[in-house]
């Protein structure tokens, strides 16, 4: 059967309500399961058999939207998390332990980069951060023998540099080990990881996939593309017994395709607990259902919005992959050809107290730390999030003092140019 397009998955993916059943994905608001014997219980603690057993480990809500995002992603197994950060704490933890290493992209997101090199880094586990312009010969000196994975984000939050996927799985798998993509900004709509040689992909569902600022959630897909068997010296936990699940070993019982998703739900969730609610993964539902549509208005409200500030005389700067004077801009057509994303980082003539004035004249577009929701936000990281900075602090940090992060939202293109406009009116 021919696999359906995104816009048709997005709506009916991961669930086919048979004869009188719901329509929509019912919510199943238990945090127990009721079996006939005690056999039949057993089953599921051996992994012997499909089904739940305590809402900590799985939930039927929650699998039926992670199948639609398994889905969507080209995947062949996901799992909801309580987090965006949860879900990359995971991904990471699920195959490296105390004494390994990780390569990752050094423009990440800031609360995953403090993941990585402060939280991590406590566990035992390496990282060694690398910039994702790097020569081939600087990344292939990144790599250890106690490597066991490379991760990056498709868009980074906020530099916005788009990743090399192609390139970064090359050197990825020429050293035996997996690519991790963090899909959060392009979603499954502007880009399939997958498709250009992703193992796993990670989304935080509480930016564009759920869409409304709702509710926090994150989700991992496995590509099932990823051969662990090749090296059972460096992936032990899926490559030998389990003893705390009777000696199951994860890739004979379940393949390639299910293995990862498995050990992460048997032992991480069960252990750790960041479990995600079931009725946060019905909000995430209906999001994903409008997420197409909704993707391109983000994209073509910030193009529109990138080409106005562009063409502003009081704008220093504006970084933003779809516009052509972008470093950025070949990677983008190459694997963002439906348009990257709403969000758009500019400086303004004036510095640090210039871009303070404009923030205080905006109506439309809100003061928030969110982004990627429906609704316009706007930040200046010198005056909130980075205050207890200097200038100079702040330039170490690629984080300006001019810098202003904006996310475009649903709203009218013309009515969000027009409250820049006012704002960047004020400016004496």
């Not at 996939?209 to 099932?224: K, L, N, P, R």
Request: proline share 5%; with cysteine.
């Amino acid at each position: 059967m021919k696999e359906h397009q995104i816009e048709t998955i997005a709506v009916q993916g991961g669930y086919t309500p048979k004869n009188g059943e719901p329509r929509q994905v019912p919510i199943y608001m238990s945090t127990t399961y009721k079996y006939d014997t005690s056999a039949d219980m057993g089953k599921l603690f051996d992994l012997e058999s499909d089904g739940y057993m305590y809402s900590r480990l799985a939930n039927p809500t929650c699998d039926m939207v992670a199948k639609k995002i398994a889905q969507m992603e080209g995947g062949t197994a996901a799992m909801l998390t309580s987090s965006g950060q949860a879900a990359n704490f995971f991904s990471v933890f699920n195959i490296a332990g105390c004494g390994d290493h990780i390569v990752s992209s050094s423009t990440i997101y800031g609360g995953t980069f403090n993941l990585f090199a402060v939280t991590m880094k406590r566990m035992g586990i390496d990282f060694t951060f690398v910039d994702p312009n790097c020569s081939d010969e600087e990344l292939k000196a990144a790599f250890k023998p106690n490597t066991k994975a490379v991760f990056g984000e498709t868009i980074a939050n906020p530099a916005l540099t788009v990743f090399d996927i192609e390139r970064f799985a090359k050197a990825a798998h020429n050293h035996g080990v997996p690519l991790i993509v963090d899909n959060t900004f392009a979603t499954p709509v502007g880009c399939r990881p997958i498709e250009w040689g992703a193992d796993i992909v990670t989304h935080s569902t509480t930016k564009y996939m759920e869409g409304h600022a709702a509710t926090i959630g994150g989700c991992i897909v496995d590509s099932g593309k990823f051969d662990w068997t090749k090296y059972p010296e460096k992936f032990p936990g899926l490559c030998t017994p389990d003893e705390s699940y009777h000696g199951v070993t994860y890739t004979e019982r379940f393949g390639l395709g299910g293995a990862f998703i498995t050990k992460c739900v048997a032992q991480l969730m069960r252990d750790l607990g960041a479990t995600p609610s079931p009725q946060s993964a019905f909000l995430l539902s209906l999001g994903l259902e409008s997420l197409p549509v909704r993707w391109e208005r983000h994209c073509s409200n910030a193009l529109k919005v990138a080409q106005f500030l562009e063409a502003n005389e009081q704008v220093s700067w504006v970084n933003y992959p779809n516009l052509p004077s972008n470093a950025y801009y070949e990677l983008a057509k190459k694997y963002l050809p439906k348009g990257s994303c709403g969000v758009i980082s500019f400086g303004i003539k004036g510095g640090r107290a210039a871009a303070e004035t404009f923030m205080e004249h905006l109506s439309l577009a809100s003061i928030e730390t969110h982004v990627a929701d429906s609704h316009t936000c706007c930040l200046h990281p010198a005056s909130s999030t980075h205050r207890q900075m200097n200038d100079e602090q702040l330039m170490a940090a690629g984080v300006p003092g001019d810098l202003i992060r904006l996310s475009v939202g649903l709203e009218n293109a013309d009515d969000l140019i027009a409250d820049i406009q006012n704002a960047l009116s004020q400016i004496q």
